[in-house]
Nanobody, 116 residues
């Protein structure tokens, strides 16, 4: 019963901040790289940020670099996405993904809406 459950989404004004969480269960979390993706209406799902299994390295899409931070707490089986200086273009459903070798797990997504 593998589960990835995102939380923390909601409505925020431009310039505001949100922190998304993804709680994992049913697998050995510390063995998996983690990623955040997002999908806006009518658009393809896009990679936002990644973090290695140990948390030693991170990567970001150019559109969020300097504003978003991905982190993980392996003791809590949780990955986070801190989002600052939010823009209307950040509006999307945000998804958590776990990867290891041939294995792929996805969360159900959480809605982030940035609007005045």
């Amino acid at each position: 019963q593998v589960q990835l459950v995102e939380s923390g989404g909601g409505l925020v004004q431009p310039g505001g901040s949100l922190r998304l969480s993804c709680a994992a269960s049913g697998f050995t979390f510390s063995n998996y790289a983690m990623s955040w993706y997002r999908q806006a209406p009518g658009k393809e799902r896009e990679l936002v940020a990644t973090i290695t299994s140990s948390g030693g390295r991170t990567n970001y899409a150019d559109s969020v670099k300097g504003r978003f931070t991905i982190s993980r707490d392996n003791a809590k089986n949780t990955v986070y996405l801190q989002m600052n200086s939010l823009k209307p273009e950040d509006t999307a459903v945000y998804y958590c993904r776990a990867t290891r070798s041939w294995q792929n797990y996805w969360g159900q997504g959480t809605q982030v809406t940035v609007s005045s």
